[in-house]
């Protein structure tokens, strides 16, 4: 189990410090409003996903074992892009759209992470066969990785908003040391995902207890 509350704790920590439309709304609306009146937008993607893992959940069902290893080892060579470019920001630092309009409610910070295209990938490539690997091996480790994923998630947008709010920014070496951190933690998954699923390839194939619906 500690390899997908592992798995799901670093990707959150990873994807949430990378600048994306979700950060740069948080900014705006704390510019606004305030970090007390944000603060309530950290639980926006327990809203926005849920949709999104349900009916990748559904599809990946469909699909044979070796293919959910392939997109598995997708999802690995995704999450090495994504250090790729960490670390060129990482190289060439620059501060997350801080010009970005400021939505007003929880339910509008779920809209702007429903049509942000990296949930989509996430769960389609990352965590969508991660979950039903876990779940093949036992229904708990696929809760863990869900939950370490989204709890992590959670207090990080918590944290940078309250960064934010009390106006007292990440200066720009711990910024810097924190894409640092993303760099060697996308990487290390992306690793993971790639050597786990040519693994599990190799294997002789078994008949999975289909994921749950």
């Known amino acids: 189990m500690t390899q997908y509350l592992l798995l799901g704790g670093g990707f959150a920590f990873a994807a949430t410090i990378q600048p994306g439309p979700l950060q740069a709304f948080l900014?705006?609306?704390v510019?606004?409003?305030?970090?007390?009146?944000?603060?309530?937008?950290?639980?926006?993607?327990?809203?926005s996903d849920g949709p999104i893992a349900l009916v990748v959940l559904l599809l990946l069902g469909r699909l044979s074992a070796t293919m959910q290893q392939l997109l598995r080892m997708a999802g690995g060579v995704l999450l090495l892009y994504l250090a790729w470019g960490a670390l060129q920001q990482w190289r060439r630092p620059s501060a997350p759209g801080a010009g970005s309009p400021a939505p007003r409610t929880l339910l509008q910070a779920a809209l702007v992470n429903v049509l942000n295209p990296n949930p989509y990938l996430g769960w389609a490539l990352v965590l969508g066969p991660s979950v039903v690997t876990a779940w093949h091996q036992h229904p708990a480790h696929a809760v863990a990785l869900v939950a370490a994923f989204y709890g992590t998630m959670v207090v990080m947008l918590a944290l940078f908003i309250a960064l934010v709010g009390t106006a007292r920014l990440l200066s720009p070496q711990g910024?810097?040391?924190?894409?640092?951190?993303?760099?060697?933690?996308?990487?290390?998954?992306?690793a993971y995902l790639l050597i786990s699923g040519v693994g599990h390839l190799a294997l002789p194939s078994a008949p999975t207890r289909p994921p749950p619906t």
């Open 31 to 47: 510019a606004t409003t305030g970090w007390r009146r944000t603060l309530p937008a950290c639980f926006s993607p327990l809203l």
């Open 27 to 29: 900014l705006a609306r």
């Open 175 to 190: 910024l810097h040391a924190l894409v640092a951190a993303s760099v060697f933690i996308l990487a290390a998954l992306g």
